[in-house]
């Protein structure tokens, strides 16, 4: 451990570094620094919308480095912003939120939290998602910009984003005036963590990254009665099932091939007892897709096909469709994701840069680049090398986010993360506003 992390090391200090030798002593530190964060993160972990001494911790480092700091922007959020001169305006974000996990990792540094939930249920809490990561690569790569302003010109926006994991966090954000308080970046900049790529690998690509995402919640009614008498009801059981196999015409028959869209139906409840027939049944619903068009015809099938069917029905009502949580795609902007693909090349070695698929997952990033603001979200490989070669070599995953035993690689991964963040950074942040704006395609 103590070779790998110093060599690594070595190589950190190198490309960081490389303009001004003299400061190798500095780098050392900043790492140092960097990693204590993340360990001192990873055992106080916050639950969403409560990352208060989180929240304080990330101020508090950033301010110590000469940044300028507003807290509590739509709840826990963080805003820190290093002027340096004329240029243009980028944003780098990480999430602050940790998540309802018991850690079972067995690590010296697990998480041992129990916190009240926000229904008051005592529960574990781990940095499930790695969120830790990015806080501790994001104070990390503060430390490098501000130490190196010689190398970079313009305005640097860090945030600490609250409650991505309840998707409501970067709403909140924008809602306090995210970008009219503070000046609108012209270009956002997230990563995520994951164990999908060993530990010095960066994953990117142009386009979507991650899918609209929309939840529904659809009560279907009936005419509740005894199960021995059903000419005397309308069985809503009935109703959803038939509503549940009709809905999987959608994307079987309604969405253009080669279009992407999911319509998964998560549950179905109804009823209490074998011989009652009950007066309603509900089912909730996860509906993703890539584009605007593609979501607009799924979300009015599924409201077309579920009335439909109740009418079929004789249903007394209509259903009610409840659609009671909403996240947009996220965007990689093609101009700027091909840029920061050459960057990353040069910065990482060509084999560290890997153009992955988009996932359907979903996250609230989308909310901050919704305004207009071109973005390059990209992952960030937390995989133990060792251990992701024998997963593969065996057919397995190792741990996926949110498992109660995701562990990444912690000294390669947190290198690895701010070294990409500096180089994006240094890049972003080396020309006119005119010419970056120029540069990127802005919008989809
Ligand atoms: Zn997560
Ligand atoms: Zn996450």
Not at 18 to 23: H, I, L
Not at 110 to 134: E, I, L, N, Q, T
Not at 331 to 359: I, M
Not at 385 to 406: D, I, M, Q, R, V
């Amino acid at each position: 451990m103590k070779l790998t992390s110093g060599l690594l090391f070595a190589m950190f200090t190198i490309f960081t570094w490389a303009q001004s030798p003299s400061r190798s002593g500095e780098g050392e530190a900043i790492y140092t620094d960097a990693r204590a964060l993340y360990l001192d993160i990873h055992q106080n972990p916050e639950l969403s919308s409560h990352e208060i001494q989180t929240a304080a911790k990330l101020a508090g480092r950033l301010r110590d480095l000469g940044f300028t700091v507003t807290e509590h922007v739509g709840g826990t959020g963080v805003v820190a912003i290093l002027k340096n001169g004329a240029g243009p305006t980028v944003m780098l974000r990480t999430e602050l939120d940790g998540l309802p996990v018991e850690e079972k990792t067995g690590l010296a540094h697990a998480s041992k939290v129990r916190s009240k939930d926000d229904a008051g249920r005592d529960v574990s809490v781990m940095h499930a998602c790695g969120h830790d990561v990015h806080m501790a690569s994001l104070f990390g790569t503060a430390a490098v910009m501000a130490r190196s302003k010689d190398t970079w010109h313009g305005t640097l926006i860090l945030i600490g984003q609250p409650a991505e994991e309840t998707i409501t966090g970067a709403k909140r954000m924008i809602e306090d005036g995210l970008m009219t308080r503070f000046p609108k970046p012209d270009v956002a900049l997230a990563l995520h963590v994951g164990n999908e790529l060993p530990a010095g690998k960066v994953g990117l690509g142009p386009g979507y990254r991650f899918s609209n995402a929309d939840s529904l919640r659809i009560t279907i009614y009936g005419k509740g009665g005894h199960g021995s008498m059903p000419n005397s009801t309308i069985d809503p059981i009935v109703i959803a099932a038939r509503t549940v196999v009709a809905l999987q015409t959608i994307v079987a028959r309604e969405v253009k091939p080669g279009e992407v869209a999911v319509v998964t139906i998560g549950y179905i409840q109804a009823g209490t007892k074998n011989n009652i027939i009950p007066d309603q049944a509900e089912l909730g619903l996860t509906v993703r897709s890539y584009k605007p068009e593609v979501r607009k015809q799924v979300l009015a099938a599924i409201e077309r096909i579920t009335k439909a069917e109740a009418t079929a029905a004789g249903a007394p009502r209509e259903p009610k469709i409840e659609h009671y949580e909403a996240t947009d795609a996220v965007y990689n902007d093609p101009a700027l994701s091909r840029r920061l693909e050459g960057v990353l090349e040069s910065t990482l070695g060509k084999d560290n840069v890997v153009v992955e698929d988009p996932g359907m997952a979903s996250e609230d990033f989308s909310f901050l680049t919704a305004q207009g603001v071109p973005s390059f979200y990209f992952s960030l490989g937390g995989a133990n090398p060792a251990k992701y070669a024998e997963a593969k070599a065996a057919g397995t995953n190792l741990p996926s986010n949110h498992s109660s035993l995701f562990a990444p690689d912690v000294d390669p991964t947190l290198h690895t993360g701010i070294e990409s963040e500096v180089a994006v950074l240094r890049n972003l942040l080396n020309g006119s506003t005119e010419d970056l704006r120029k540069s990127v395609s802005a919008g989809h």
